[in-house]
């Protein structure tokens, strides 16, 4: 009888161990996509074994046992790997002659809802040097100061919201670079992505910027944007753990916590940064980087974002740096097949974050991204969460769709594809919500 429970207890363990359990993809999607592409994997047998680096184990051998211990030692370590072999290093923290330019407050916007401001953050303090427009909206009628969501935009600060007031800029052709002026007609064409309405009457504000502001999305963006202004601080040759975008944006995610911190009628404590997809990628790297981030939220952020690289599920570390060859650093391309090799992997990224709290959201059919192994990401930040006191993920396995899970990790699966969706806004506020204690 003893015998019989344990070999069941190792069976289970090993079940999940696995990762096997809980959420299923549909097979007929998995049957599709593993048609349409064979050498990338879809099919949960495949995915080979691996060990994750332990996130309390320092490089020298030694055991973190106490918070400080990872403050103070592990976690600078961590940082200093993800900048070395991943997103590369950005030369500067605030630049000295960063200008912020508030050049529209209207009291009385989205007929009469909201006050919106918009803040031009000219990053070299030049006119003619890069800059980004930060655009928010506030509720009128919350009590200040108001806490924010942040996050950049893909198509421009103008398709976020059909409002005629907001400053339209040429944005960046994500094949080819060229700088395009986009039409009157696409303004508020990806409103559906922000619900600011429903964000507003939760009492939260929105904060967003065109992430081609800091620098243009297409291969050849080095030379571009903030690169081509701040990479000669390197010297005559970029190096091997030069910033790439991922990073340059994630700095810029800074510059606007700059802003947020000098303007009185936001609540700099309570900046939630998010993104979707790349610029989920994005936040998450941004978060962890900057502890001025209360509460940070990864939408569909996938293969280096909040997916472990060691499964090699969908997407993986070779294909991403050869669609994508400006977004992580040189070094990254040395690990193409050879994820094992790595010192990190993404369930350190969101260990960075410890002790704060921190959402991982994945969506039923965007295997690409390898929903699995984004939860198992976010569970094994776990010991890091519990060793700084605060709880982790409540769940041992993936819960159903639709079906948030929340500690200070939360997690969800949605139905449906690679988006944000209103759903994900919903609990990212709900989950902001717990954590600010605010009443409902
Ligand atoms: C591609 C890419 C992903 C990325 C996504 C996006 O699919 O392979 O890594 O997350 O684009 O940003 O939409």
């Not at 009590?143 to 059909?162: D, E, I, K, Q, T």
């Not at 944007?225 to 990073?247: C, H, K, N």
């Not at 995610?253 to 940064?273: F, K, T």
Request: with cysteine; aromatic share 10%; charged share 25%.
């Amino acid at each position: 009888m003893a015998m019989l429970a344990l070999m069941f207890t190792i069976t289970l363990v090993q079940f999940a161990g696995e990762g096997r359990s809980g959420w299923q993809p549909k097979s007929d999607l998995v049957k599709r996509l593993s048609e349409r592409r064979p050498s990338v994997i879809y099919d949960e047998t495949q995915v080979p074994r691996y060990t994750l680096p332990d996130p309390l184990v320092c490089l020298d051998g030694t055991r973190v046992t106490a918070p400080e211990i990872w403050r103070e030692k592990r976690r600078p370590e961590i940082l200093e790997l993800f900048r070395t072999y991943m997103y590369g290093r950005a030369p500067i923290g605030r630049p000295k002659e960063m200008k912020l330019e508030t050049f529209d407050h209207a009291r009385e916007a989205l007929g009469g809802k909201a006050v919106r401001k918009q803040v031009r953050i000219h990053f070299t303090g030049k006119p003619d040097g890069p800059s980004m427009d930060l655009l928010i909206y506030l509720p009128q009628d919350a009590p200040r100061p108001v806490p924010l969501f942040l996050l950049l935009n893909f198509n421009g600060n103008h398709a976020v919201c059909n409002d005629p007031a907001i400053r339209i800029k040429p944005t960046f052709d994500r094949r080819t670079g060229e700088a395009v002026m986009p039409s009157e007609e696409s303004r508020g064409q990806d409103a559906s992505s922000f619900p600011l309405e429903k964000i507003l009457a939760r009492g939260y504000g929105l904060a967003t910027a065109y992430y081609g502001d800091i620098a243009p999305d297409f291969p050849g963006s080095f030379g571009h944007g903030v690169f081509a202004a701040f990479d000669g601080l390197f010297g005559e040759e970029r190096p091997a753990d030069a910033w790439g975008a991922i990073s340059a944006w994630a700095w810029g995610l800074s510059r606007a916590m700059d802003y947020i911190e000098s303007d009185g009628e936001l609540a700099s404590r309570r900046v939630g940064v998010l993104g979707h997809s790349r610029l989920g990628k994005t936040a998450l790297w941004a978060g962890a980087q900057d502890e001025r981030f209360a509460i940070v939220i990864s939408n569909d952020s996938g293969c280096g974002g909040a997916a472990l690289s060691r499964r090699r599920f969908g997407e993986t570390v070779a294909l991403i740096n050869r669609a994508f060859p400006h977004w992580f650093c040189e070094n990254f391309k040395r690990y193409h097949h050879r994820e094992d090799d790595l010192p990190i992997d993404q369930h350190m990224l969101i260990a960075l974050i410890a002790p704060r709290p921190v959402y991982v959201a994945s969506a039923d059919e965007d295997l690409w991204a390898d929903p699995r192994g984004e939860f198992l990401a976010a569970k094994a930040a776990e010991p890091v969460y519990k060793l700084l006191g605060t709880n982790g993920l409540p769940a041992d396995e993936m819960p159903p769709l639709d079906t948030p899970v929340r500690g200070r990790i939360g997690y969800h699966i949605r139905s449906g594809g690679h988006a944000l969706a209103e759903y994900d806004w919903e609990r990212y506020m709900d989950f902001a919500d717990l954590h600010y204690g605010h009443r409902r």
